[in-house]
């Protein structure tokens, strides 16, 4: 029996479900992350990524952004980290399992009114918008 890799299907009946579809399925994909292979295997658990909270308030954006780290030598070619962050009540913060660190410049550095900060990233620099300004965060140094 073919794993069903056209996912769940219930606008039809089930004399006329479409081939490599399923009339029932729960907690499954079709891409079985532990051998990287399409045959099928049970979703991943859901768990909090970090305890702590950022701050009081709704959070404006969240993101995350592939950043290089600076190297010690100029010969050295810096290794490419993934940096997570997220915008509270106008403040800009990275965030890793361990908790929250605000950014240096990141207090505060943008609109706190506003109900969702734009963003984009290019080459390890994200760049924010809020409506009155804009700001450039430097995740591999956390600056705003």
């Known amino acids: 029996m073919p794993w069903p890799n056209l996912g769940l299907v219930e606008a039809t009946g089930y004399e006329t479900q479409p081939k490599g579809s399923t009339v029932e399925c729960q907690n499954v994909r079709a891409w079985e992350p532990s051998t990287g292979r399409s045959r099928g295997g049970q979703r991943a658990g859901l768990a909090k990524y970090v305890n702590a909270r950022t701050a009081d308030g709704?959070?404006?954006?969240?993101?995350?952004?592939?950043?290089?780290?600076?190297?010690?030598?100029?010969?050295?070619?810096?290794?490419?980290?993934?940096?997570?962050?997220?915008?509270?009540?106008?403040?800009?913060?990275?965030?890793?399992?361990?908790?929250?660190?605000?950014a240096t410049n990141g207090s505060s550095a943008l609109s706190s009114t506003v109900p969702c900060v734009f963003s984009t990233s290019l080459f390890g620099i994200v760049y924010f918008a809020d409506g009155a300004s804009v700001k450039k965060y430097t995740a591999s140094t956390n600056t705003v």
Do not use: C, I
Not at 62 to 81: K, N, Y
């Open 58 to 102: 709704k959070v404006q954006d969240l993101g995350s952004v592939v950043a290089r780290a600076v190297p010690a030598d100029q010969d050295e070619v810096g290794a490419r980290t993934v940096v997570s962050y997220a915008v509270t009540n106008g403040t800009v913060a990275k965030f890793t399992t361990s908790g929250f660190t605000t």
